[in-house]
């Protein structure tokens, strides 16, 4: 016979009884599903543990390297208990269901593992996952590092994160990351492909930390979706060596740093281009798209050609398979130089798409150095740095 003390223990499932107004819950899963990992190695990430207790419910989900987690109010009529259901399945089910109304969870562990969710006439059984196999999330560290106003910080994720590399574009974490850098009363968002890169500075009111964290791009527009659905004007920052943590009323937000060194941005702004071209954003940008079309297909090459004391730039592209384009832009100071250079149209529409205001100054110097561009309202807070390329290559 077998000692029952030396058989191993079961995990029982647990007791659910809850309701929540259907709204609650569809915020809470479009928020949390932002981090459910594929599950194709470890299908435990591709749950939402469920923490029920008094009258809120907190959802939380993670891949291992982001991590989401909100708490949603509840009348909760069971013992609180921890649940993990499949949030895949659980966040297609809230695509699917009326917005209006109640959501009813109710389980019997003495029958089977299945949570059943219940929404008027509609009714679902949920096979409950192991709360044991969910990974362990780190807590807030003590005390934070920043506080940030989330509309000016949105932006800064809009204005940063389009210049870093993908992942799977490159070996080089560092350039798949935005390097943030917080001190003197302000924080610096920083990120380039190596061919271009855009600065953008943040007032700190109530920080006296200093330090910087390697962000991983693709986290920051994650984090920007869900700040976007948080009712909150204010976003707590806190770092561990490890991690980033971004805090709202409701929501923990959090992705593991990149550990590598980000290139020396420093050195590659120019310091010495004296030829500024004034430029209305809208009619810039426009022009801009249209010789898109017939740029080559390998460079995307746009020529810029501006002559001393002229009001205009001449826009200019071509390729062999597409034909040519011509336009000219009025500036709106007549130039105190003459340069030519061609850019990446691409970069340049990305970059002008993503400032504000109705003017743009294009600094720059000759053929062969990079080119500085930044809103003529906000001169130093979003600075943008492209380097020229060969028109025909």
């Known amino acids: 016979m077998t000692d029952p003390e030396l058989e191993p223990e079961t995990e029982r499932p647990a007791q659910v009884d809850l ?112 709360t044991d196999d969910f990974p362990s999330v780190d807590e807030l560290p003590e005390e934070p590092i920043a506080e940030l106003d989330v509309g000016e910080f949105k932006s800064a994720i809009k204005q940063t994160t389009f210049a870093a590399l993908k992942t799977k574009e490159t070996t080089r974490l560092s350039l798949t990351g935005v390097n943030t850098i917080i001190g003197e009363g302000g924080m610096k968002m920083v990120a380039t492909n190596g061919y271009r890169m855009a600065i953008k500075s943040l007032p700190l009111s109530d920080s006296d ?64 281009n004296e030829l500024p071209l004034r430029i209305n954003r809208d009619e810039f940008l426009e022009t801009l798209t249209r010789a898109e079309i017939t740029a080559s297909e390998e460079s995307g090459a746009v020529r810029l050609t501006v002559e001393e004391e002229m009001k205009e730039l001449t826009i200019y592209s071509s390729s062999p398979e597409k034909g040519e384009f011509e336009e000219v832009v009025s500036l709106n100071e007549a130039s105190k130089g003459s340069v030519e250079i061609s850019f990446k149209g691409e970069f340049l529409v990305d970059a002008l798409r993503r400032m504000k205001g109705q003017e743009v100054v294009l600094w720059l110097e000759d053929a062969e150095t990079a080119g500085l561009m930044e809103p003529a309202e906000e001169s130093g807070d979003f600075l943008y740095v492209c380097m020229p390329i060969s028109s025909t290559t």
């Open 19 to 130: 309701s929540c107004q259907t709204k609650d819950l569809i915020y809470g899963m479009d928020v949390v599903k932002r981090s459910l990992g594929t599950g194709r190695d470890m299908p435990i990430l591709t749950g939402v543990k469920m923490e029920i207790g008094g009258e809120e419910m907190k959802l939380t989900t993670t891949d291992l390297e982001m991590t989401t987690r909100v708490a949603i109010p509840i009348t909760n009529l069971a013992e609180p208990a921890t649940v993990v259901l499949k949030g895949d399945v659980l966040a297609k089910i809230t695509q699917r269901i009326p917005e209006s109304g109640e959501v009813k969870l109710s389980s019997d562990p003495e029958e089977n593992q299945k949570v059943k969710l219940s929404s008027g006439s509609i009714t679902f059984d949920l096979f409950q996952m192991s």
């Open 209 to 272: 930390e200093e330090g910087t964290l390697l962000i991983e791009s693709s986290a920051l527009s994650e984090l920007d979706r869900i700040l976007s659905q948080a009712d909150s004007d204010v976003v707590t920052t806190y770092a561990s060596k490890s991690e980033i943590f971004f805090v709202t009323d409701e929501i923990v937000f959090s992705d593991k740093l990149i550990m590598e060194e980000f290139p020396d941005f420093e050195t590659v702004i120019p310091e010495g």
